[in-house]
């Protein structure tokens, strides 16, 4: 006999509620994937708009998600991961500046180097910086590598740049040197 059945009645509905809530979160994750992809597949195929559009939807569902949270004193379903919300902010903020909309794209990169300093954003941040870690600064000598603090201020001059704000990016590139 297995010992891991539900033996009454309330044990059936846990154990129904407990996969229920597995088969939400997995549905959940499958449709921020699909989301996140096509936000970054509509964006290297220079479709700006439809990129945004998925960026946009993305972040409903995390403000959605925060809020049934914040409502729920203990609610099953996964918050966005910090990695996703990150790579939102860094494509959208790419997609606007390609369009011309360098406020937002601004505005965009602010938030994902809040992502970055945050304290949830730690662990994806080390990540991040792992990857970048062989990468020397100056020369093959530096002891100076590229951390995720770096690769916000350096994406700002980029948009800076695109502006058409030559002074405000320099200041940027003179922050990072």
Do not use: W
Request: charged share 25%; hydrophobic share 40%.
């Amino acid at each position: 006999m297995n010992n891991d059945a539900p033996q009454n009645d309330q044990e059936t509905l846990d154990v129904m509620l407990k996969i229920r809530t597995q088969i939400e979160n997995k549905h959940s994750s499958l449709i921020r994937n699909a989301h996140l992809y096509l936000c970054y597949m509509h964006l290297i195929t220079y479709n700006f708009v439809k990129s945004i559009y998925h960026g946009k939807i993305l972040l409903k569902m995390d403000a959605d998600m925060k809020e049934a949270r914040g409502k729920a004193e203990s609610s099953d379903l996964k918050p966005m991961s910090t990695a996703t919300l990150y790579s939102v902010h860094c494509y959208m903020a790419e997609a606007l500046c390609m369009m011309g909309k360098f406020t937002d794209a601004i505005t965009h990169l602010d938030n994902a180097a809040e992502i970055s300093i945050d304290q949830e954003g730690k662990q994806f941040i080390r990540s991040v910086e792992m990857k970048f870690r062989q990468i020397n600064v100056r020369n093959q000598d530096s002891e100076e590598k590229l951390n995720a603090k770096i690769i916000n201020r350096l994406n700002k001059c980029v948009v800076y740049l695109c502006h058409g704000q030559f002074d405000m990016a320099r200041r940027g590139f003179d922050e990072v040197l």
